[in-house]
């Protein structure tokens, strides 16, 4: 809303946890509250970062190594920032992302190096350099891997990359976003195995909370 600040909103959670279609959600009931929101998502969210997208999402599992992996998703991470959520910000409007740097903390951070590089603190360091943003609020869609990973295989597309992981990584990668939930306090866990609308529920109260 005109002359307020705005707010930053994530939605985070593995393959198939619902995040697009609570983000989606989330962006239609707060419209009708009177906000304006930019709902917008990772990798992409700009034209850059959308053909960066295309880029780290399609093609050969082994296409990229891990560090080049990083690097990707953080250029496209800054060009999204600069110039589709700063200035959306700066406007006084909401914005929704479908991700952001804890999906490279948890998808990127969790795998090792063939060197045997610390590879989470090499993208909290990025992140830090490069970034330097954080939401004031992250939504943690939380959802069984099994659960998630049959909604994303029925769902898949050519986009295959990272659903291909398996359940094993997909389950870890939970236990990591739980993890970081406990430490951060921007974030808000919430249970996704029910109803979309029962679910949207939480997170528009979450919001409205935040927005208060
Ligand atoms: P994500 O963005 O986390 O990968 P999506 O919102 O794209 O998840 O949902 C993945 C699939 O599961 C879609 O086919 C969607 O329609 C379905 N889905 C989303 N939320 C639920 C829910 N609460 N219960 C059952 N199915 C769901
Ligand atoms: P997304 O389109 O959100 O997929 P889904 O709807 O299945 O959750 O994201 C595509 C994939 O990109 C997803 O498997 C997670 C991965 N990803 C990373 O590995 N690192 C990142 O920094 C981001 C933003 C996404």
């Given at each position: 809303m005109a002359g307020e600040p705005g707010l930053f909103i994530s939605f985070e959670g593995?393959?198939?946890?619902?995040?697009?279609?609570?983000?989606?959600?989330?962006?239609?009931?707060?419209?009708?509250?009177?906000?304006?929101v930019v709902l917008t998502r990772e990798p992409g969210g700009s034209a850059g970062a959308e053909d960066i997208r295309r880029l780290v999402l399609e093609g050969d599992p082994d296409r990229w190594s891990p560090e080049t992996e990083i690097l990707l998703f953080t250029a496209a991470r800054r060009d999204h920032l600069e110039k589709t959520i700063l200035p959306a910000l700066a406007r006084g409007e909401v914005v929704i992302t479908d991700r952001f740097a804890d999906s490279t903390r948890m998808y990127q951070g969790i795998r090792r190096s063939e060197n045997g590089a610390d590879l989470r603190a090499m993208v909290?360091?990025?992140h830090a350099r490069m970034i330097g943003v954080?939401?004031?609020?992250t939504i943690l869609i939380d959802i069984d891997a099994e659960v998630g990973h049959s909604r994303a295989v029925a769902r898949a597309g050519a986009e295959q990359r990272f659903e291909d992981m398996g359940t094993a990584l997909q389950a870890r990668m939970r236990a990591g976003f739980l993890e970081l939930a406990k430490e951060q306090p921007r974030f808000a866990v919430i249970n996704g195995a029910r109803e979309p609308a029962t679910v949207a529920v939480d997170v528009l109260a979450t919001a409205l909370d935040k927005l208060a």
């Open positions: 593995i393959d198939g946890s619902g995040k697009s279609t609570q983000a989606r959600m989330l962006a239609e009931a707060l419209r009708g509250h009177g906000h304006s909290d360091d990025l954080e939401p004031d609020l």
